[in-house]
């Protein structure tokens, strides 16, 4: 575990939401090296160089992002994606009600990179009493002259707006996330274009996770190389992984990226599985990646992005739920449709339809009625359902169906009415 | 009319966005504050607000969970029973409020008082079992802590809803230094 805390810095020190303290521990400093030092280009290459990757689940390249911005194009807006709803994950939460300022100098830094005038923290509706702590934090900021016209005394000027959504997962993608603050239906948009050059009501936009941004500021401060001390070459930096489901100790945990295998994370970070239970399988990203059974080689892959891919899964939002031996995997695949088909926003069919019945196959396994046929029809919808969608919301619908019919089928055919 | 009643607060709202139908949520926030649901009369004094139509509005209402078509109680009790809760006793939990309150997810109680559903993650899983209350988290919740804080809102009610607006922040200075301790850790 990362100490001290580069992210997680509430776990260090006490009341650093608090603008006083945030500021006796280096807060805006970084804020001010750019505004004073250095060029918006600059600020871009820097977070280039840096290796950061994006961590609300996709983990593209943030500099590379930002230099998709055109420049010659106004206004420009900044985006701050806090719409965290992926089942098992909790992380941009902690930073919003623990360390709302460093979210915030992340926020000035990237407006200040891609010369956006507007910012708009996105969170989701039921973050009311997280967005109250760091509104709190914002008209701090205010008072302060972080925010508002000519931040310290530069010709920066930068307005910040926290917006919240009205409960729907769907609004965490981030054009289904602009459609929704621009007060329409929170429904993904065609791709391209991207955010970048058609954004937020068409202009350029640059939007990134809660996470993502509270890394920019010590990146600005320490400097690329610093950064990329932590990590792996491909992978840089700390990540907050969120642990829940069976285990001693759930919670978050800052970890530098490719150091802590899922060994580690669940038995000595975690305390171990209640009971001293064996892990039957592990979800690496919430509900959106596959299960991965809990063999010797997948307790010893490292967290981070190239090798969960290569061990049959994704890193994603490094949401970990662990299930243990006595779980049922067809009753925890089922409880994982029954969330994609309440999220599904009914643009396309193939999710729309498919998921409903999904569910309504799995209702029927539940109810001990499915026939070996229906069981067989589940499995076929979820492959028609791949690769057809508008967006990725259906693709990862199919996941915890297909991974679970991989590794677990014998679960399925054991539920078959019997002598049907 | 909340355009009588919140003027102010409506103003504000709309200065915060270069273009005004962005402040639908806002807006159908301060109608469910005012009237507990999304009245007829309130989809259309937003709509009359925003120059949208009515079935524009009418049809944001619908798609997004926290904004209720119908009267609720005056204490909506959303309980998680996505997967990571679930492996951590939220099913028992919601058996438990459905035989505490006599009704079932989506139901209200007889009284008014409460109104429970069951909700997808709400980013508390380390603290499973879990609900929100008219958007505040209680966490760790037992059904003993459950059948206390039922206890406490039927006879105290919930002061620190006093005066705010769940859904909209930035109105009036936010939390005093006592209030903002306890965060998630």
């Not at chain 1, 206004?75 to 709302?100: A, C, H, I, M």
């Not at chain 2, 159908?28 to 009515?54: F, S």
Request: glycine content about 10%; aromatic content about 8%; hydrophobic content about 35%.
């Amino acid at each position: 575990m990362l100490q001290p805390h580069v992210l997680l810095r509430d776990r260090d020190v006490p009341n650093i939401r608090d603008l006083e303290v945030y500021e006796a521990h280096g807060g805006y400093a970084a804020l001010r090296k750019a505004l004073t030092e250095m060029t918006p280009d600059e600020v871009i290459n820097v977070v280039k160089a840096s290796g950061l990757r994006g961590r609300g689940g996709a983990g593209f390249p943030t500099g590379v992002k930002w230099g998709f911005v055109p420049k010659d194009v106004f206004p420009k807006y900044v985006v701050v994606n806090s719409d965290e709803s992926e089942p098992g994950t909790f992380k941009d939460r902690q930073l919003l009600e623990g360390n709302p300022h460093q979210v915030i100098e992340g926020t000035i830094l990237t407006a200040y990179a891609v010369q956006a005038e507007r910012a708009y923290i996105y969170c989701r509706g039921e973050f009311y009493q997280p967005a109250q702590v760091l509104q709190r934090a914002v008209d701090q900021a205010y008072a302060a002259g972080y925010l508002g016209r000519h931040i310290l005394g530069t010709d920066f000027s930068l307005e910040l707006v926290v917006h919240l959504g009205a409960g729907a997962y769907i609004c965490g993608e981030e054009t289904a996330l602009l459609n929704s603050l621009e007060g329409k239906l929170g429904q993904p948009r065609l791709r391209p274009p991207f955010p970048a050059s058609v954004g937020l009501y068409g202009k350029p936009t640059v939007i990134n996770n809660v996470e993502t941004l509270a890394n920019v500021p010590p990146i600005i401060f320490n400097g690329a190389d610093w950064y990329r001390q932590m990590g792996t070459e491909k992978s840089p930096g700390p990540k907050i992984v969120c642990l829940s489901g069976r285990v001693n100790r759930p919670g978050n945990y800052e970890i530098e990226l490719g150091k802590v295998t899922f060994r580690r994370l669940i038995y000595e970070l975690g305390g171990g599985v209640p009971g001293g239970r064996a892990v039957k399988a592990i979800l690496p990203a919430g509900a959106s990646a596959p299960l991965l059974p809990a063999t010797e080689e997948v307790l010893d892959t490292p967290l981070d992005y190239e090798s969960v891919q290569q061990a049959g899964s994704m890193l994603g939002s490094a949401s970990v739920i662990v299930l243990d031996e006595t779980v049922d995997i067809v009753w925890a695949a089922h409880r994982m449709t029954a969330f994609f088909e309440h999220e599904s926003c009914g643009k396309c069919t193939p999710c729309r339809e498919g998921t409903y019945w999904m569910l309504r196959l799995y209702e029927k396994i539940a109810a001990g009625t499915a026939t070996r046929r229906e069981i067989e029809i589940l499995e076929d919808v979820a492959r028609q359902i791949q690769g057809k969608t508008f967006c990725l919301l259906g693709e990862f619908a199919t996941s915890p169906v297909l991974s679970s019919f991989k590794h677990w089928r014998e679960e399925y055919e054991a539920k078959v009415k019997a002598g049907r | 009319m909340i355009r009588d009643k919140y003027a102010r607060e409506i103003e504000t709202i709309l200065a915060r966005y270069p273009d005004r139908q962005s402040a639908i949520l806002p807006l159908l926030y301060l109608v469910q504050k005012e009237h507990g649901y999304c009245t007829e009369e309130g989809i259309r004094e937003v709509a009359d607000l925003l120059d949208l139509d009515p079935t524009t509005v009418k049809s944001i209402v619908g798609f997004y969970t926290l904004l209720y078509e119908r009267p609720v109680g005056k204490y909506v009790v959303q309980i998680c029973n996505d997967l990571p809760c679930a492996l951590r006793g939220a099913d028992d939990l919601v058996e438990h409020a459905c035989r505490r309150l006599g009704i079932r997810p989506g139901e209200t109680t007889s009284d008014g008082l409460f109104t429970l559903e069951t909700v997808k993650c709400i980013a508390a899983c380390h603290r499973a079992p879990v609900a929100q209350i008219n958007l505040e988290y209680h966490e760790n919740l037992t059904p003993e802590a459950f059948d206390a804080l039922i206890e406490r809102l039927r006879t105290e009610g919930m002061p620190s809803a006093d005066g705010r607006i769940p859904g909209v922040v930035g109105l009036e200075p936010e939390l005093s230094e006592e209030e903002g301790r306890g965060a998630t850790g």
